[in-house]
């Protein structure tokens, strides 16, 4: 029942939630029209596109809710049935053993080792039932959570998409688009804030009716536990009179077991028919209180229904934050009403429950002396019993049922005076949990504001629109830092679940290793069979006594510690998950501008040693002279200094802009303009010296959210400063980028140079980009040499001509290539750095030991130059990597197979062989 009420405020919180986020946009947006930032025809448009998008998601919501249940339902029933099954075959098996056991048993042990059996298996059944129970309540509250988060979430796409795409389309300005985001995050910090507020003070009161419930329930069964011992205490009155007139000698022994028999049925047949009256009197009670209950109920929603019509729209921020108060005042107000309502419906509920058994216990006594006195006193005068000592037997009980009566008052008033100081320390408990509570919720959006603020200060650049998206991730993240009602509860009794059947499952097997021990142990000492079985019996009943008592159990405090403990780290890593995930966002944002800039610049490199390459074939086949191939570079530089000057001028205006922007940006963050400045005060002595300290107290929190919102403000200038100057400098690089592929393609058409040719050696100049990317740029190549690099002056020449002079080329520019590529890699290897010129000096003599035993061995085993293969191009060249033990560094030695002493081209298996050979006597020494 508290589950479900927990669930249920959760699902109102939550509708109201949604409800507060709807009607502050359609706020905003007419605030936007009252400050002209907004045309009034735009500002319908946007709210007809807002309102049809949040039924739609409503509608998506409730569709995947259905769906949920019904695939949850069905999960769990299939669930449910495969554990039933697996239990009852269990069950099955032992029942089947027993009876094996019990045919060569005596009678009396065999049934009280299948009564054992039994009760095991029914404990077996309940704990199995109330374990998928609960396995199910979390499901469904999981699946319920899940859908609340995906609902919030959508809520901010739906608007921050909406104002991307005004923003996109020229219906908002950018500046207007800011101040309006801003606006939204200030009042969304704001809604979180009271809906903090209204769940802490929901689970408050909630748990404050369920603790007045229990004392409810305690006065109950107290009271009915009273009427139980009265009704007792009377009727034991009377076998205790007719024995006592057995005993004074005026009854005959005769008589005694007669009328004795007669008094314990008349005292039953009063009992069942208290217990019936009673049972009868509680369900038309019942009956009568739900209609009661559901009718003020029903007026309460009605007169809250009345209280939500709040009138007009507010249309300024102002209104925004009174309308919010007014929701805070407005819930807090209904909440309180509601419990005071409820809690006086139970407290009628409980006095009429009183004055119901007090009516029937009261019929029920007077029934008992009516039996007592109008039958059993009348029979023990009619045989012949005095009547003098009948009455005096009768005063004494009366005495006594007197004395009893008090005796339950005192404890009735001693246990309720117990029970309400237990309620009061309940809800001072409950009183400082909702403080506490608040107080935990109040760092977590500071901790929110903290993790923003950081972001702000990352030397980041962004766009406007970038940073839109990460102001929409943020609040996504964050809306979620909340914690529901009825999950921590259903989560924690799941926790404790589990954390019991582990713990019984290792008793459980502990007792059957127990007894299966014991087993082993006595068979070996018996020889009897029937003896054996016997023990046997008595082993295995001792086992299911102690698993009985397992079941049974209570559940301890270390099981509620874990479960606590738990709760906590559960609820830190899930904190940490959502810093984890924001965080990952704005690096995939600044990783995917780094590999933009990686990317062009690694093809403005390539572009530039295409170009070397050309210019280097042009003078070497004296194609063009170096005075030619200057003036071409020459008249090329002119352009490069053109867009250098243009990126400076540009980058220097956007500065000078933006720094204006900052100065009028500063005035307007100043507390003149925002209506704080400080007032004059009044220095005379009848002012009070408190009073001002108030009024400061009240300005200085204002004071920090101004510098906090300038500061941001100023942050996100400075982000997107940087993004607009690195697209200045990317636009730039671009067209220097042109530029430089314009030259590329003018030196491809003067050398000829076929395009298959060019496709190889950007292949190898742009080893980790995509053919696409590659053909992209030979595109573009071959569009500034005018489609086809290769001359048809050519044509006369003879094809075999002309096919080898093209395999010489290719085969030159590639081995140019491929040696550029070797320099490079040497010039990145740390080893060969200057700043480790005293480490490499005092290797020098290893070094040079090593080059030469690596010579000499390499060299004896391999033919004489006369044998020798073909040379082979260059990139066959072999290498052998030398560890330096001190500095885990490498050196690369590397071998030209031109070599004539280190040729190793004769024999692979044997290089390979000697390779590792000496790498191994290399390291041998160095150790």
């Known amino acids: 029942l508290e589950v479900a009420s927990l669930t249920r405020a959760d699902a109102d919180l939550e509708a109201y939630r949604t409800q507060i986020g709807k009607e502050v946009i359609a706020m905003m947006m007419k605030s936007m029209v009252l400050n002209h930032s907004l045309f009034p025809h735009v500002e319908k448009r946007m709210s007809s596109i807002f309102k049809k998008q949040f039924l739609a998601m409503e509608k998506e919501i409730q569709e995947e809710y259905e769906r949920k249940m019904v695939a949850l339902t069905a999960e769990c029933n299939l669930e449910t049935r495969k554990k039933t099954e697996a239990q009852c075959h269990k069950a099955r098996a032992a029942n089947e053993e027993a009876e094996e056991l019990i045919k060569k048993m005596n009678e009396k042990p065999a049934v009280e080792y299948r009564s054992l059996l039994d009760r095991l298996h029914i404990l077996e059944q309940d704990h199995l039932k109330r374990f998928l129970l609960v396995k199910q309540e979390e499901y469904f509250a999981k699946a319920y959570r899940q859908l609340a988060v995906t609902q919030r979430k959508e809520l901010h796409n739906i608007f921050f998409t909406q104002i991307t795409n005004a923003t996109i389309k020229g219906e908002l300005k950018l500046e207007a688009a800011k101040t309006l985001v801003e606006e939204y995050s200030k009042i969304q910090g704001n809604i979180e804030d009271l809906m903090d507020f209204l769940q802490a003070s929901k689970k408050y009161h909630l748990n404050r009716r369920f603790a007045y419930r229990e004392y409810l329930i305690s006065k109950i069964q107290l009271r009915e536990s009273q009427a139980s011992a009265l009704i007792n205490a009377a009727a034991t009155q009377i076998p205790s009179l007719i024995n ?29 028919k208290f ?22 109920m029903l007026q309460k929603k009605e007169h809250w229904k009345e209280q939500l019509s709040l009138g007009d729209t507010f249309k300024t921020a102002t209104d925004i934050t009174h309308y ?81 009566h008090e005796q339950l008052e005192r404890e009735e008033h001693d246990k309720s005076a117990a029970a ?39 030397p980041l650049s962004l766009s406007e629109e970038e940073l839109l998206r990460m102001r929409q991730e943020m609040h996504c993240c964050f809306s979620q830092v909340d914690s529901s009602l009825a999950w921590p509860k259903i989560r924690a009794r799941t926790l404790l679940q589990a954390f019991e059947v582990e713990q019984r499952d290792a008793e459980m097997l502990k007792v059957d290793q127990n007894s299966a021990a014991i087993n082993k142990q006595q068979h070996s000492k018996l020889k009897k069979t029937g003896s054996r079985n016997r023990n046997k019996i008595d082993v295995l009943k001792k086992s299911l006594q102690d698993k009985i008592l397992i079941y049974e159990d209570s559940v301890k405090d270390e099981n509620l510690n874990k479960v606590s403990n738990e709760l906590l780290l559960e609820k830190e890593c899930q904190l940490h998950d959502l810093e984890d995930k924001l965080g990952e966002y704005i690096a995939s944002l600044a990783f995917q501008k780094t590999v933009k800039k990686s990317r062009m610049l690694e093809l403005y490199t390539a572009i530039i040693s295409v170009q070397a390459l050309l210019f280097e074939q042009l003078s070497v086949s004296k194609t063009l002279s170096k005075l030619e191939c200057i003036q071409i570079l020459e008249a090329h530089n002119p352009e490069i200094e053109e867009l250098d000057r243009k990126l ?38 009848d002012r009070q010296v408190t009073v001002l300290l108030r009024q400061a107290m009240n300005k200085c929190r204002q004071f920090i959210n101004l510098h906090q919102q300038s500061l941001r403000h100023e942050q996100w200038n400075c982000m997107v400063l940087e993004d607009l100057l690195e697209n200045i400098e990317m636009d730039a690089f671009l067209a220097r980028y042109s530029q430089e592929l314009r030259l590329a393609g003018y030196l491809a058409k003067l050398a000829r140079v076929p395009m298959g040719m060019l496709h190889r050696i950007l292949n190898l100049l742009l080893p980790s980009s995509s053919q696409s990317e590659v053909l992209s740029v030979l595109d573009s190549i071959s569009k500034y040499s005018d489609g086809d690099a290769e001359s048809d002056s050519n044509a006369d020449e003879s094809g075999s001509c002309k096919k080898r002079r093209s395999q010489e080329l290719r085969q030159a ?34 070094l040079l030991e090593k080059a030469s035993f690596i010579h000499l061995g390499c060299s004896s085993t391999h033919s004489p130059m006369g044998q020798s293969d073909p040379p082979v191009p260059f990139n066959t060249a072999t290498a052998e990597a030398i560890e330096l033990l001190d500095t885990g560094e490498k ?3 590397f071998r030209e197979l031109s070599d004539p002493i280190l040729s190793l081209r004769n024999s692979p298996r044997k290089k390979k062989k000697n390779f590792l050979n000496s790498k191994k006597a290399a390291c041998a020494s160095m150790d």
């Open 420 to 458: 309400e100081e237990l309620l009061q320390l309940t809800r001072q408990k409950l009183s400082q949990e909702l403080e506490t509570s608040l107080l935990e919720q109040k760092k977590l959006r500071s901790w929110e504001q903290s993790i923003f603020m950081q972001l702000l200060s990352l």
């Open 648 to 685: 400076e001028y540009e980058m220097l205006h956007k500065e000078s802009a933006q720094q204006q922007q900052h100065l009028m940006s500063r005035q307007r963050w100043t507390p003149d303009r925002l209506g704080l400045s400080s007032e004059a005060v009044e220095t005379n002595a």
């Open 324 to 404: 919010l108060s007014h929701w805070k005042n407005l819930l807090s107000d209904y909440t309180v009403e509601f419990e005071e309502l409820t809690e006086k419906l139970d407290n009628e509920a409980s006095e009429e429950l009183k004055e119901l058994l007090f009516n029937v216990t009261e019929k029920t006594l007077e029934e008992l002396k009516r039996v007592q006195y109008g039958v059993f006193v009348q029979e023990l005068v009619k045989l012949s019993v005095p009547k003098m000592f009948l009455l005096e037997a009768v005063e004494e009980h009366k005495k006594e049922m007197v004395v009893k």
């Open 813 to 846: 520019l590639e081995n140019k290539v491929w040696q550029d590529l070797i320099n490079r890699s040497l010039e990145k290897i740390p080893s060969l750095n200057k700043r480790k010129d005293s480490l490499i000096k005092k290797k020098q003599l290893a």
């Open 275 to 296: 217990n019936h009256d009673l049972k009868q009197e509680k369900q038309k009670l019942r009956q009568k209180l739900i209609t009661k209950r559901r009718r003020e």
């Open 891 to 893: 050196v690369f030695l």
């Open 244 to 272: 006592k007139m057995e005993s004074a000698g005026h009854l005959p022994e005769s008589h005694l077991q007669v009328l004795l028999d007669r008094a314990e049925a008349e005292i039953n047949s009063v009992k069942q």
